[in-house]
Every structure is written in C-alpha cells, then in structure tokens.
C-alpha cells in the first residue's frame, strides 16, 4: 500500500496558524479552546499533518486575525513569500518539478488560485499586507 503524498499546502497553512498565534500571545490551548477543538488537533494543524476544512481555518482564522479574510490573505501571503525562492530556483514545493508557470500556484497568475497568491491581489486586503 502507498503513503499518501502529504499536502504541501496543509504545512504552510499550519506555519501561518503558528505565527499569528504566537503573535496574538495565545498557547495552542487557548486557541482549541476559543475554536471548542482539542489542543492536539491544534498541534497537528501546525505541523502540516491535518488538512483542515475551510470551516475550521475560518474559526481559527477569526481567533487569530482581524478577521477570517485576513487569516486567508496571511496564508496566500506567507506562501508566497516560502515559495517564492524555492520556484525561482527551479524547485516549487508545489508544483513537484512539474511545468511551474502552468501548475505553480504562485507562479500561475491567470489561475484563480494564481490571483490568490498575487501579493498586490493580498496588499489590496484593507489597504495592507500581512505583517510576517
């Protein structure tokens, strides 16, 4: 039986969790339970090894930002700051070595997701870029 491939995306969405957790001065526990999660599930997020739902980035995404709207444009902004070097050298964590400006998110702009990670598309959210 084959590993699943684990989602390159999940990880950088647990990075975002942790930073604007740590930033907001919350322990993974207070942040389970504003969310009404258990704190491990927490520790998973950030680790990259849950793939949570749109749901529970937004309630998560509430209790760490101004708003969910913000959470979202602090993920597309930090992936695209992690990316950005590694797809410059040629080696994109998610496109997987495949043709990177038709598969890359972040190199892709005429994708929807492309507009997504555009950082003058993020900029534009209230005026401000995410502060990392």
């Given at each position: 039986?084959t590993?699943?491939?684990?989602?390159?995306?999940?990880?950088?969405?647990?990075?975002?969790?942790?930073?604007?957790r740590?930033?907001?001065?919350?322990?993974?526990?207070?942040?389970?339970?504003?969310?009404?999660?258990?704190?491990?599930?927490?520790?998973?997020?950030?680790?990259?090894?849950?793939?949570?739902?749109?749901?529970?980035?937004e309630?998560?995404?509430?209790?760490?930002?101004?708003?969910?709207?913000?959470?979202?444009?602090?993920?597309?902004?930090?992936?695209?700051?992690?990316?950005?070097?590694?797809?410059?050298?040629?080696?994109?964590?998610?496109?997987g070595?495949?043709?990177?400006?038709?598969v890359?998110?972040?190199?892709?702009?005429?994708s929807?997701?492309?507009?997504?990670?555009?950082?003058?598309?993020v900029?534009?959210?209230?005026?401000?870029?995410?502060?990392?």
């Open positions: 039986m590993q699943p491939i684990p989602c390159k995306m999940a990880m950088f969405v647990g990075q975002t969790v942790r930073r604007l740590t930033q907001a001065g919350m322990s993974q526990q207070e942040l389970a339970v504003k969310c009404d999660f258990d704190r491990s599930y927490i520790t998973l997020i950030e680790q990259g090894k849950k793939n949570p739902t749109l749901n529970i980035l309630a998560i995404g509430s209790h760490v930002a101004q708003s969910a709207a913000h959470f979202f444009a602090a993920v597309a902004y930090d992936t695209q700051r992690a990316c950005a070097s590694m797809c410059e050298a040629g080696r994109c964590p998610l496109a070595g495949k043709d990177l400006p038709r890359c998110p972040t190199q892709n702009k005429a929807n997701i492309g507009l997504l990670f555009n950082i003058d598309a900029s534009q959210v209230r005026g401000s870029v995410p502060t990392a």
